[in-house]
């Protein structure tokens, strides 16, 4: 059993910054590929990007490429999302989730462990 707190989400003005922390408990955390996932008001739940279990290697959404940057900690448990040059487009309530099998799982369901998810608002 993964459990995963999400943090340091916020309202921030276009063009701005904010970094995500997501927190997991346990033990195996390194055998865990990580992601992150988004879900806008009326809109299906989307993947953002995800990384692998040494964190040498990240796969993102064309729709963030060059703008969004994860990394993981696995000393402490820890995935960061740091996201720059951000646009009103990418306001929604982000998710961190694991993943045990896969090497660069993009849907929803090959993941097996989700946070509650924290709100991120960018105002124009």
């Known amino acids: 059993q993964v459990q995963l707190v999400e943090s340091g989400g916020g309202l921030v003005q276009a063009g701005g910054s904010l970094r995500l922390s997501c927190a997991a408990s346990?033990?195996?955390?390194?055998?865990?590929?990580m992601g992150w996932f988004r879900q806008a008001p009326g809109k299906e739940r989307e993947f953002v990007v995800v990384?692998?279990?040494?964190?040498?290697?990240?796969m993102s959404a064309n729709s963030v490429k060059g703008r969004f940057t994860l990394s993981r900690d696995n000393t402490k448990n820890t995935v960061y999302l740091q996201m720059n040059s951000l646009k009103p487009e990418d306001t929604a309530v982000y998710y961190c989730?694991?993943?045990?099998?896969?090497?660069?799982?993009?849907?929803?369901?090959?993941?097996?462990?989700w946070g509650q998810g924290t709100q991120v608002t960018v105002s124009s």
């Open positions: 346990g033990r195996t955390f390194s055998s865990y590929v």
């Open positions: 990384i692998s279990r040494t964190g040498d290697g990240t």
């Open positions: 989730a694991a993943a045990a099998r896969g090497r660069w799982p993009r849907d929803r369901s090959e993941y097996d462990y």
